[in-house]
């Protein structure tokens, strides 16, 4: 089991900076991926980006450019966003996947809101 929490979601105005960190625990050796998916208000779940092992990471097209997602331990992920926009409302999860692992899981947070207004 890996736990997942999420901080750092807020209210801000467009063109504004946010970092979301995500504290993993529990069987994070088993994790061979991170990543950060968010959720909008009547929207499917969509990946927002990822890092996996090794440091590779990808990113949406949506946030590619103005995102960054790092990872400074096997315990922590975070994702600076800058230039905010309006559409990137949404709830925040942070997900660990454990590939090294058969069958593969994925493990959720709680969510974060993030709330940007125009």
């Known amino acids: 089991q890996v736990q997942l929490v999420e901080s750092g979601g807020g209210l801000l105005q467009a063109g504004g900076s946010l970092r979301l960190s995500c504290s993993a625990s529990?069987?994070?050796?088993?994790?061979?991926?991170m990543g950060w998916y968010r959720q909008a208000q009547g929207k499917e779940r969509e990946l927002v980006a990822r890092i996996a092992s090794g440091g590779i990471t990808n990113y949406a097209d949506s946030v590619r450019g103005r995102f960054t997602i790092s990872r400074d331990s096997a315990k922590m992920v975070y994702l600076q966003m800058n230039s905010l926009k309006a559409e990137d409302t949404a709830v925040y999860y942070c997900?660990?996947?454990?590939?090294?692992?058969?069958?593969?899981?994925?493990?959720w947070g709680q969510g974060t809101q993030v709330t940007v207004s125009s």
């Open positions: 997900n660990a996947h454990t590939g090294l692992t058969w069958p593969p899981r994925d493990y």
């Open positions: 529990g069987s994070i050796f088993n994790v061979n991926a």
